[in-house]
């Protein structure tokens, strides 16, 4: 950990560099030599998938001390709208990343284009993460209503004072005073429903590699459906109502 923290983010840029380079080769070889395989390019992708979450955690030990800090926010808090975001950045760029290079590479063209309602699937999940800051930092703002001199916590928001002390549960027991040792039941839907959704386009996008290496032509993103984007749309609404409210 004290090796990774005095690391240097200019290391750890050059690592990312480095490590995408070595996939983009490694894509680009097959793409030019195909080998009819779909294992292959499906190893390419889990390839490009790992160096950015080994890239993401060696960011988090430096700035954090802890392997998952980029998932803790500045409350100490494992952060579910960072675990979402991180989620289908890892799914979205790795995808994106070995598609681009074995299109280009392989038959010269344009790289894949992305439907609009990918652009949709894009917007909720970062758009997520501003609604939830914005109501976190409005409840801060709010007076305390425990007596004083008995709570550590500032306002209703609940507050944590190490990085040590960010724990998974955090991801579906409440984040204010009042309800900070139950389950939040908004918190822990949202929570199942992106594992959900991110298993389902993870296999979608494996059928899609497999499908462009067995054949040998051009790879797109899959597209999602209406009825995936509303049901990771009316979740977001569901988390973000019951966070506004004040709780007893």
């Known amino acids: 950990m004290t090796y990774l923290k005095n690391f240097g983010w200019g290391r750890v840029t050059a690592l990312a560099v480095v490590l995408l380079a070595a996939c983009a080769f490694w894509i680009a070889s097959e793409a030019r030599i195909p080998s009819g395989s779909a294992t292959i390019i499906l190893w390419q992708w889990a ?5 950015l979450l080994v890239v993401s955690l060696i960011a988090g030990c430096m700035a954090q001390q802890r392997f998952i800090g980029v998932l803790i926010d500045e409350r100490n808090r494992i952060s579910l709208s960072r675990v979402q975001w991180l989620a289908w950045f890892l799914v979205l760029f790795s995808s994106y990343f070995t598609g681009a290079v074995w299109d280009v590479a392989g038959f010269g063209g ?8 990918l652009f949709g699937l894009i917007g909720i999940t970062t758009g997520s993460g501003v609604i939830s800051n914005v109501l976190v930092e409005a409840k801060k703002q709010q007076p305390p209503t425990t007596v004083q001199g008995t709570d550590p916590h500032q306002g209703k928001i609940d507050i944590n004072d190490t990085p040590a002390q960010a724990a998974w549960q955090d991801l579906y027991l409440g984040e204010e005073t009042a ?34 290496s067995q054949t040998y032509h051009a790879f797109d993103l899959p597209v999602v459906g209406s009825n995936f984007l509303v049901l990771m749309g009316a979740s977001h609404a569901a988390y973000w109502a019951y966070k506004a409210t004040n709780k007893p």
């Not at 389950?183 to 839907?189: E, G, P």
Request: hydrophobic residues 55%.
């Open 47 to 51: 390839a490009v998938f790992a160096s």
């Open 179 to 212: 309800n900070r040792q139950t389950v939040d039941a908004s918190r822990l839907q949202k929570l199942i429903v992106t594992i959900l959704l991110v298993i389902v386009y993870i296999e979608m996008v494996a059928s899609a590699l497999s499908e462009a």
């Open 110 to 117: 344009d790289v894949p284009k992305i439907e609009p309602n």
